[in-house]
Every structure is written in C-alpha cells, then in structure tokens.
C-alpha cells in the first residue's frame, strides 16, 4: 500500500526546462528521484493492477512501480 493512503503521486518533468541535479528536499514518501535523465512516464492501467515505468528519452525503463 501506499504510504500516503490510497493514492500515489507521480512527479515528473520541469516544464522542459534541465533538471535539478540534486535533491534539496525529500519527504518521508519520496521514492526515487534522478536529477540526470530526460524522460517521460508510461503509466499502464488494468482491471486491478497499475503500472508506472519512468523511462529515459530513449524509452529505456529507469524505475517501476506496480499497484
């Protein structure tokens, strides 16, 4: 289960600007974080599972995440 209840927050991308290279801040839910990859995310949606793969600007998965 998630750590905040029954929802999960995804959050990506800086508007098409760089990313921050490093973290300032972290909070007890913060799972993953890369401050050197251009990329997007895949989110997979089935009858009762949910699948989110953050991938590179090549489409090479980076980190899952499954619910």
Known sequence: ASP???TDYEIIGTMGGYPDRYR???SAA???FSGT???FLEISVYANT???VFRDRN???L???TR
Do not use: I
Request: no cysteine.
């Open 4 to 6: 905040r209840g029954d």
């Open 37 to 39: 990859d251009f990329g």
């Open 24 to 26: 300032t801040f972290a």
């Open 63 to 65: 980190h899952s995440v």
């Open 50 to 52: 949910t699948v989110l």
């Open 59 to 61: 489409g090479d998965a």
């Open 30 to 32: 913060s799972r993953w």
